[in-house]
Structure formats: structure tokens, C-alpha cells
């Protein structure tokens, strides 16, 4: 599958970027999710059933009948998706150089500082997790670091293809955006 399932224009994007905009006028929902902590607690969460039935007709349409969100595994991953995007406040898309991932945000300066978002420290942390369900309350956290502000297409393909694979390319993607004098400060 794609790394592109996600892209803003696909019918899966589309889906996502509706379901984070329906929680504007939907506080309630968004309540409910952002209180879950876990991923078993997102899914008792009656918002998600909703876009588990969207995104399954969104994937249906988009690659054919051979791909099901319904393997307990693509169910857990789109559970951590809607409980992120419930923690999101505002998208800004990551600019389109060699970058794909949430990375790229978590290495961007803070404003007035030089420091990071996200600490290196942290990042790390982050890094050594291989399970989307020890992952999601982490990336909780850190979307509070961020001012809750990602590119909500990315973050989504990020959890959706969560593997040795990815780990490595957000740590290409991080180290690569951090300015000079923070690259040469995480030797320690």
C-alpha cells in the first residue's frame, strides 16, 4: 500500500480532514476522545465508530475491496488517528522537501528560542516504541509540545505505517531539520 493513503486529495484524506473539522462543531465528541486514554479507551468512544465507517468506505472507494480496516490491527491505528486528531488544533502541512514525516515538526525551533519542540531526549523516546498502542499516549503529550499544530495528513500516515521503517526515517527527518548547534549538541 501507498505511503500516499493519506495524501489531502484521496478519498481516505478527504475523509480524515472532515472527520478533524466535524469535531469544530462536535465538542462533545471531541471531549470524549481527547479524555480516552488508551486505544481500547478510544474505541468504547461512539466519534470513532463513526470514522471507522467513513474511513471504511473512504478506503473501499479509494483501493478496492483487497485492503480492510477491519483487521484488529488497522482498527487499533485508526483509533490512535482519531484520538490524535481530536488532540490537534491546527494543520500546517510539512514543506515538500526530501521530509515525510511528523519529525520534521518536532525538530522546528520554538518561537524566540533555539531549542527544538521536541527535546531530543524525548524524540528518542519516542524512537525506541514499536507499538502503535505504547505510542499513542506519548504522541499525547508531545502534540501538547507542539502546540498541538501537525500536518494532520502525516501524522495519520505516520500511525498508519508505524514500523522499523518509519522509526528510521523520522530519525532521518529530524536530525536532517534540527539547526546546527542542536545537531552538535545531541552527541551526549
Not at 466535524?22 to 486505544?39: G, M
Not at 485492503?67 to 514543506?95: C, E, M, Q
Not at 515525510?100 to 531526549?121: C, F, G, I, K, Y
Request: charged share 25%; net charge positive.
Amino acid at each position: 500500500m501507498s505511503n500516499r493513503l493519506f495524501d489531502p486529495h484521496t478519498s481516505t484524506g478527504r475523509c480524515l480532514h472532515q472527520f478533524w473539522q466535524s469535531l469544530d462543531e462536535d465538542r462533545q465528541a471531541r471531549a470524549a476522545l481527547r479524555r480516552a486514554e488508551t486505544l481500547t479507551g478510544l474505541v468504547m468512544v461512539p466519534a470513532y465508530h463513526r470514522l471507522l465507517h467513513a474511513f471504511s468506505t473512504a478506503l473501499d472507494e479509494q483501493v478496492g475491496e483487497g485492503l480492510r480496516v477491519h483487521t484488529d490491527r488497522n482498527r487499533l491505528r485508526l483509533a490512535a488517528i482519531g484520538g490524535l486528531l481530536a488532540h490537534t488544533k491546527r494543520h500546517v502541512s510539512v514543506k515538500a522537501d526530501y521530509c515525510h514525516t511528523m519529525a520534521v515538526q518536532m525538530a522546528q525551533s520554538r518561537e524566540n528560542t533555539q531549542s527544538p519542540r521536541v527535546s531530543d531526549l524525548r524524540f528518542r523516546r519516542l524512537l525506541q516504541v514499536s507499538d502503535v498502542e505504547k505510542l499513542y499516549p506519548l504522541l499525547r503529550r508531545t502534540l501538547g509540545l507542539m502546540d498541538r499544530t501537525v500536518d494532520i495528513y502525516v501524522m495519520a500516515g505516520d500511525i498508519w505505517f508505524w514500523g522499523e521503517k518509519r522509526r528510521r526515517q523520522w530519525a532521518y527527518d529530524y536530525y536532517a531539520k534540527l539547526q546546527p548547534a542542536q545537531r552538535a549538541g545531541t552527541a551526549s
